[in-house]
């Protein structure tokens, strides 16, 4: 990795390089990167694998093994957003499976406890609309829904 730019360091225990698999396989555009293990210096035994960079839909990571001390929180989540219900249900699927687990309005955790939003395109625009009736009918549609559904959307905002 190269001084520009960010890259999001996503904490493990001992799932990195599985993880990184993971990601990678779902992504357009995403690739595996430089591995590195841990040396005589600790913590984890020398040889053990510390860190796997990766691209995932052109965002560059880096997965480390870290150890127990941290887990994911949804006080951070990552955003998909999807051009059409395919798309929705495509990286709701993969995300969820294998003991990932669906939440409200879009939201949902991986196997690894990492919070996703898998949003459709336009969503942000209906539930931010200046005419308050269509963004509150949108947004308590939204409410209501586990997996989004562009189409159920689409009505609550048009007030169908």
Excluded at 117 to 135: C, F, H, R, S, Y
């Amino acid at each position: 990795m190269t001084a520009d730019g960010f890259t999001t360091c996503l904490w493990f225990d001992g799932q990195a390089e599985e993880a990184a698999n993971f990601y990678v396989s779902i992504f357009k555009n995403s690739s595996l990167g430089r591995t590195g293990y841990y040396n005589e210096a600790g913590p984890a035994p020398a040889g053990t694998l510390m860190a796997v960079d990766f691209v995932a839909n052109g965002q560059k990571f880096v997965a480390l093994n870290g150890g127990p001390m941290f887990k994911f929180t949804e006080a951070v989540s990552f955003q998909i957003f999807c051009a059409d219900q395919q798309e929705v249900d495509h990286y709701w699927a993969k995300l969820t499976e294998d003991g990932g687990e669906g939440g409200p309005c879009g939201w949902l955790k991986d196997k690894y406890g990492l919070s996703w939003q898998v949003v459709p395109e336009g969503l942000i625009e209906m539930v931010t609309d200046l005419d308050q009736e269509k963004a509150v009918r949108t947004t308590k549609a939204m409410y209501a829904m586990g997996k989004l559904d562009i189409a159920a959307l689409k009505k609550a905002y048009a007030g169908e």
